[in-house]
């Protein structure tokens, strides 16, 4: 108030209601800790403790791995499982989450052997055995500490000290329990066939442990296989008499020509007999004809068109090429993989490399051959003639390159050229796999698969999509290859004849073979003798001779976190399920949703439950990967990961300006100082993405964030303010409220249902959204503008005072409701701020069951008198900035509206609150007139005025006047309203007077 003097405006301004709160206006790192632990571990406690055990909510953990330091997926996936349960919470429910981690597979035992050089040099046996899993016990269980500890720092609530782990002795005997199960129902077989092996680790790998190159370059090459025989009216053909007709393949794998043993082709194709003149006779497709041609980049001669490819299979055979010069000719068979439209229309076939090769194979008796070691390097059985030239060699390397050039000596190799194609990686080397026939041991996926798609039918997915995406990987699979070639795991508990090698796998061999694990622990397994007969059931003991052997295959650590269900304890939820929600990343429908469908539905049949077999989640999500700004994946070697911890402490964007009053050089030398947020940052970050697609992250989505939470705390601070003298025994009435305290009710009603529609749906983003919108537009720029009047200069105990409080203790609560799940800490601290007064009369914001909103509050009524006092003000602040722009103004307060009526009777809410206009449209007078009635005659006489057309949403139309007053300032309330003749330097207006004369 610059006209009044200093000693003056003190005293009007000491008679205000000012808002007062102990509500920081940033936040206190050093109030954090408390704040999270009340938050997350003293919540999950009282809820588990008080609330009804009849009302469960569970929602089961898909173990993240134990290896390595967290990342902003991590804080994705687990954030989005808080803010469910806390949604969950909030509708009344026991939330039991217990967070677990996968301990076992490949990446620790590397790293074990990485962390003991020792070992690396040592044979495979007991001891290396026992010392790798020593180490990666160590490992793992270091690394659970500390994801748990970041994870606390999320403010995830959940059972951290009931926590469990795929390595606990608890967790193994159940999972060997499940396996027990599908051995007893025959679900569990060995067999010598084709499996992902990878001979960078050693090892089989599953569909989900494979990622795809595109880029990947092959070799690819064109090899001609002279024929033996043929169908009688070809061998009888003249053309073709003393002939020698060889039958062309193409394949991007020549290393796999050493284990052919058929050329397949499709029966339904035309083959024709072409003459090159670089390489004589060669059969091939008709349709590849012209692709062949340019290939050999010579014109080639039709010599018999139009052979069927049925008339081939089973009649025509041929010289095989690396099997010795005595080896029996190979078939030529029939295949319905075989395309036209690729290669030569005929496959070279080897079964012990390929998996369609094999079937169709074994559906003509012929085995499975693999001259190919454990580390991806030919045997000697690779070339019977001369075993040196290949053995030893790398398949992938060296050894393809040994094939190619024996092709070319032989005069069999026609072409070979470079081909970048898609390729199967092993996800954990990041090197090249194969494929490779060994003894293994494979869940029977063809039996489980028809049960365990029914049970989908009635699983909620969200996204939609992603039941097509897990149906597609169910169906496309027969069986699951179960068996690991690894130290640092769950054993498969299979007993081998000494000397013939048979397996031992049963019911009861299990079960005993489980008691003594039980008795002796788990690493007894590879750490007792090898002949310790205490392992075997007395049934297959021979006192005459050597006893059976423990096998040193462990378990697919799939199979591990897939069978994590039996974690949960029974009863289960009113659905009959272990879980209401599995939620995690997209690439889990071919790894942790695949293998936990399938081990609950195996379950369900081997206790008969085949009536209706379900699925062990109720609802199934999954979230997309985060990208950095440049819509990159985020990945370690490219170097554009963001820890979760700079989001939180606020390092990744600016610094805070220093505070005033510093000199310059003590500026400069200060360490910059951030705006931490702490965890909420994170939270609302995660709450912020549409996850059900890749998620981006970077400086400018954080600086949103912020802004976000940021305005959260002020519209808090405003909140507690403006309520420091209220208590619950102040509240007004409904049918007492003004007309902006009502629409404010109506405004928050629309957020809160907003937001409680998108929780329903998962769509937490579209949460967010409603209520920045309600903060930013109708909570602050229309409704707090409206009432800073009365909460400020009207009596403590007015009706309109206490009016606006009660709408403010309404939208206090809700505002809590909805930013709970989300910024749990936030809201822990407003209620740490909150006035005795009114925690006397309510709950704790986090242990509310959130009730029905009160129907009155959701008048439409009121939505469409919003919109016309809306429509009207727009038209205002425009012409009000036109008179800033001229100087003729500064405050809205200092000037006066004069509102013509629209010739219908549309604008009743005008006329109705016309009183209340001033305040609504925060100016100090608001006048009416008919359509046809005369403008007042102040408008006219006024220094300055502007008018404008506007237009409310039914179409009706009408004039707006803003003008400069007519009347003097008040100095306590600032409007202008005392007559100019009244003025006086220490006069105040009628209303403010009133108010002050009751303070003294």
Not at 120 to 141: C, D, F, P, Y
Not at 911 to 924: H, I, K, M, T
Not at 982 to 993: G, N, S
């Amino acid at each position: 108030m610059p006209d009044l003097p200093r000693t003056l405006a003190r005293s009007w301004s000491s008679t205000l209601k000012l808002p007062k709160s102990t509500f920081p206006a940033r936040v206190s790192p050093s109030d954090q800790t408390k704040y999270l632990k009340r938050a997350t571990d003293d919540l999950y406690a009282w809820q588990r403790n008080s609330r009804p055990a009849d009302r469960p909510f569970i929602l089961h953990d898909g173990p993240p791995y134990a290896n390595g330091d967290l990342h902003v997926g991590h804080a994705l996936n687990k954030i989005l499982k808080d803010i469910i349960c806390r949604v969950q919470l909030g509708l009344g429910k026991r939330v039991r989450y217990v967070p677990g981690w996968d301990c076992h597979g490949l990446p620790i035992e590397l790293k074990a052997l990485e962390a003991r050089k020792d070992i690396q040099e040592q044979e495979m046996g007991i001891a290396r055995a026992a010392a790798i899993r020593k180490v990666a016990r160590n490992l793992a269980s270091k690394t659970v500490k500390k994801q748990m500890a970041g994870f606390r720092g999320f403010g995830v609530m959940a059972d951290w000290e009931g926590h469990w782990k795929t390595m606990d002795k608890a967790f193994e005997k159940r999972q060997l329990g499940i396996f027990r199960e599908m051995v007893e129902k025959g679900l569990i077989y060995r067999q010598f066939k084709p499996v992902y092996w990878s001979p960078s680790t050693g090892t089989a790998l599953a569909e989900a442990e494979l990622e795809y190159k595109d880029d990947h370059v092959s070799t690819a090459a064109f090899v001609r296989f002279p024929l033996v025989t043929m169908p009688s009216h070809l061998e009888q053909n003249p053309l073709l008499s003393g002939k020698t007709i060889s039958a062309v393949i193409w394949t991007t794998t020549p290393w796999t020509l050493p284990a052919n043993a058929v050329i397949a082709i499709h029966p339904e194709l035309e083959y024709t007999i072409v003459e090159s003149s670089a390489h004589g006779y060669l059969l091939i497709a008709q349709s590849r004809l012209e692709y062949l041609a340019s290939v050999l980049k010579e014109e080639l001669s039709v010599i018999v068109p139009g052979i069927q490819g049925s008339d081939l299979a089973d009649h025509t055979t041929y010289q095989p090429l690396f099997k010795g010069t005595d080896a029996e000719p190979q078939p030529v068979i029939a295949a319905e993989f075989v395309t036209a439209d690729s290669g030569t229309g005929l496959v070279h076939c080897a079964p012990g490399h390929g998996m369609e090769d094999y079937q169709a194979c074994r559906a003509r008796g012929i085995s499975a051959f693999a001259p190919v070691d454990d580390h991806g390097r030919f045997t000697d059985l690779a070339m019977l003639d001369d075993p040196s030239k290949l053995s030893g060699k790398s398949v992938l390397g060296e050894g393809n390159t040994t094939v190619l050039g024996y092709l070319q000596s032989e005069g069999r190799l026609l072409s070979q050229h470079r081909y970048e194609h898609k390729y199967p990686y092993d996800w954990r080397s990041k090197q090249p796999i194969i494929i490779r026939a060994t003894e293994q041991w494979f869940a029977d996926v063809g039996d489980i698969r028809a049960p365990a798609l029914q049970a989908l039918e009635d699983v909620e997915f969200v996204p939609a999509a992603g039941k097509q995406r897990l149906e597609g990987f169910v169906k496309n699979r027969s069986e699951w290859c179960i068996s690991r070639q690894r130290a640092w795991g769950v054993p498969i508990p299979a007993l081998y004849h000494p000397g013939t090698g048979e397996a031992i796998l049963t019911k009861e061999s299990v079960s005993h073979i489980m008691d003594v694990i039980d008795e002796r622990g788990i690493d007894a397994w590879w750490t007792d003798d090898a002949t310790d007969p205490a392992w075997v059931p007395a049934s297959l003991r021979d006192e005459s001779g050597p006893g059976y052997k423990r096998g040193t295959d462990t378990m697919d650590v799939w199979f591990d976190s897939g069978t994590s269900w039996a974690e949960v304890e029974t009863p289960y939820g009113e659905h009959g399920r272990p879980a209401d929600i599995y939620l995690e990343g997209s690439d889990q429908h071919r790894g942790w949703f695949q293998s936990g469908l399938l081990t609950y539905v195996s379950h369900q049949l081997a206790s008969n439950q085949t009536t209706s077999p379900r699925a062990p989640f109720k609802t199934l999500i999954t979230h997309g990967f985060t990208l950095d700004e440049e819509g990159r994946k985020m990945s370690k070697s490219i170097g554009n990961t963001i820890e979760p911890q700079i989001i939180m402490d606020g390092s990744l964007l600016p610094p805070l300006k220093p505070k005033k009053g510093k000199g310059k050089k003590q500026q400069e030398n200060a360490p910059p100082t951030y705006d931490a947020l702490g965890p909420d940052a994170l939270r609302l970050w995660a709450a912020s993405s549409d996850y059900t697609r890749d998620v981006v992250i970077g400086k400018q989505v954080l600086q949103t964030v912020h802004t976000s939470l940021h305005k959260y705390r002020v519209t808090f601070k405003i909140l507690l303010g403006a309520l420091s003298d209220f208590s619950t025994a102040n509240k007004v009435p409904y049918d007492q409220l003004l007309l902006a305290d009502r629409i404010a009710l109506f405004h928050v009603s629309e957020m809160v249902l907003a937001v409680r529609a998108a929780c329903e749906k998962f769509e937490f983003y579209k949460a967010v959204i409603a209520v920045n919108r309600w903060a930013n537009l109708e909570f602050s720029a229309f409704y707090m503008e409206a009432i800073k009047d009365r909460l400020y200069t009207y009596a403590e105990n007015s009706p309109s005072r206490r009016a606006a409080q009660t709408t403010l203790f309404h939208i206090y609560q809700h505002l809590q409701e909805v930013l709970g799940p989300i910024t749990p800490l936030l809201v822990e601290e407003t209620w740490e701020h909150t006035p005795e007064a009114i925690k006397a009369g309510i709950e704790h914001p986090l242990q509310r069951t959130i009730e029905e909103l009160p129907s009155e509050w959701q008048s439409s009524t009121l939505g469409g008198d919003y919109l016309d006092i809306a429509a009207i003000h727009s038209s205002i602040k425009a012409m009000l900035e036109k008179a800033r722009g001229h100087k003729q103004t500064g405050s809205s307060l200092q000037s006066f509206v004069h509102i013509t009526l629209p010739s219908t009777n549309v604008p009743s809410v005008l006329r109705r609150s016309v009183g209340e206009l001033p305040d609504n449209f925060v100016v100090s007078s608001v006048t009416l007139s008919g359509a046809n009635e005369a403008i007042p005659e102040a408008v006219a006489k006024a220094k300055w005025q502007y008018s404008e057309e506007y237009e409310l949403p039914s179409g009706s139309k009408g004039t707006v006047y803003v003008f400069s007053p007519q009347a003097s300032k008040c100095p306590r309330c600032w409007r202008y309203v005392i007559p100019e003749e009244e003025a006086a330097e220490d006069k105040a207006c009628d209303r403010c007077e009133e108010v002050v004369s009751e303070l003294n």
